[in-house]
């Protein structure tokens, strides 16, 4: 079992940062690919980015890239979002996810996602 909770979203101008915080508790964290998704009102969830809890291989959306940046504290169990020059079309909903194992293309995909927070919202004012 592993749970997950997310913080650090807010209210903010275009052109400005924010990072989003994931907590992470479980055993086995080592076994798992931790994953940024996003969802705006009446769309559905998007990837965002992803980093294998042991290392290796970042994974970015193509909207984020080059913008945004997954980082992980082992000691902390934390996961990180740096976002920076955010854009109003960034507003959503976002979640950190927990996938079992490693696939360099599994990670894209939401339904491959055993875990969910609860999400944080992000707005960006134009």
């Known amino acids: 079992q592993v749970s997950l909770v997310e913080s650090g979203g807010g209210l903010v101008q275009a052109g400005g940062s924010l990072r989003l915080s994931c907590a992470a508790s479980g055993h086995t964290l080592g076994s798992y690919t931790m994953g940024w998704f996003r969802q705006a009102p009446g769309k559905e969830r998007k990837f965002v980015a992803a980093?294998?809890?042991?290392?290796?291989?970042?994974h970015y959306g193509d909207s984020v890239k080059g913008r945004f940046t997954i980082s992980r504290d082992n000691a902390k169990n934390v996961m990180y979002l740096q976002m920076n020059s955010l854009k109003p079309e960034d507003t959503a909903v976002y979640y950190c996810g927990a996938q079992r194992g490693y696939n360099a293309v599994l990670v894209l995909t939401a339904r491959e996602y055993a875990y969910w927070g609860q999400g944080t919202q992000v707005t960006v004012s134009s």
């Open positions: 980093i294998p809890w042991s290392g290796g291989s970042t």
